[in-house]
């Protein structure tokens, strides 16, 4: 009877000690990306994007946050060039890695397959020494607009090209199409509209809270469990003034952040991918086509039809060297 009461007893503690592992255990992770740096904008001011980094970093860092830019160095060309270098160099400063985003922000499906390897080898000029200077070693890689060459042999030419110059793809299985809705917040900055803000930044944080959801959803239909997600996000004042707000939507999914290199360690990126079409998708679409599976279909929609017409109008009315 005592050593049935004990071993209960011990039992009891056992599992009081194990309370905090599970616990940990039971939060997710996830690794921020941030595309097209220096910066995805509409605006050309140099004054506006060497703003726009300082205060993202500044709140990443306040945060303990870690993330990785991914660059687009056809952006440093020109006038600004070493103020756009000073940029990238802000990121490594402030304990950020970088990785390449290809020069132009091409895609194999315009370009062929060799003419993006070198658009890709081109990027990195200014980039590799830059992270060898900080101590780092460049090595991801990130596809614009997630195109990543069709048909397979394309793709798998690529892939091989990418192995063979030290590149690992950088995945995503979190994309709430944040660019979409960075451009009418730039015009709404520009015209001083602070209610279209205020209305911008709300619509694009519900619709970003929905396609968290949607991306847990759709790993537990692959895996039957949450994986560590990959959460693609741009360079843009808009994520600057929303990355409190963003931490805290990814604190209530339970998803801590986590490097690039943590997130992918979990075994769900060794899923077989034979997905080679030319759009571009998710990794959690690349591997449902894979697996013969199909993702859930709520929650699986696109950006508001308001922020989609403020896009269309915002892009037509300004074309910028920017992001073109
Ligand atoms: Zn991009």
């Not at 071993?7 to 940990?24: D, E, G, K, Q, V």
């Not at 709300?202 to 990959?230: C, N, P």
Request: glycine share 4%.
């Amino acid at each position: 009877m005592a050593t049935s009461n004990w071993a209960r007893a011990l039992a009891a503690l056992a599992l009081l000690a194990a309370a905090p592992a599970t616990a940990r255990e039971r939060e997710g992770q996830v690794a921020l990306t941030f595309d097209d740096l220096p910066a995805l904008t509409i605006e050309s001011n140099q004054g506006y994007i060497d703003d726009l980094n300082r205060d993202l970093l500044r709140k990443l860092r306040e945060n303990h946050v870690p993330a990785i830019g991914f660059v687009n160095e056809s952006k440093a060309e020109g006038a600004e060039h070493d103020r756009q270098v000073d940029n990238l160099k802000r990121w490594l400063d402030a304990g950020m890695l970088l990785g390449n985003h290809t020069f132009s922000h091409s895609s194999p499906n315009s370009l062929g397959a060799a003419a993006y390897a070198a658009d890709i080898e081109r990027g990195e000029r200014i980039t590799r020494p830059l992270m060898k200077a900080h101590g780092k070693k460049l090595r991801w890689f990130r596809h614009p607009y997630l195109e990543a060459g069709s048909p397979l042999a394309v793709r798998d030419w690529i892939n091989r090209w990418l192995r063979d110059h030290g590149y690992r793809v950088a995945p995503v299985t979190i994309d709430a199409e944040d660019w979409e809705f960075a451009e009418p917040y730039d015009d709404a900055i520009a015209k001083h509209d602070v209610a279209r803000q205020a209305r911008i930044r709300q619509t694009y944080l519900a619709y970003t809270a929905m396609r968290i959801k949607w991306s847990q959803e759709s790993a537990k239909a692959l895996f039957g469990r949450d994986i560590a997600h990959v959460m693609l996000l741009h360079c843009t004042r808009l994520n600057a003034d929303t990355l409190d707000a963003l931490l805290k939507l990814l604190r209530a999914a339970r998803l801590r952040p986590v490097t690039i290199d943590q997130a992918m360690r979990d075994r769900a990126y060794r899923t077989r991918d034979t997905y080679a079409e030319k759009d571009g998708v998710t990794w959690l679409e690349r591997w449902a086509a894979t697996l013969g599976k199909t993702l859930p279909s709520e929650g699986d929609e696109d950006p508001p039809a308001e922020i989609q017409a403020e896009y269309d109008r915002v892009d037509n009315d300004r074309v910028s060297p920017q992001n073109k």
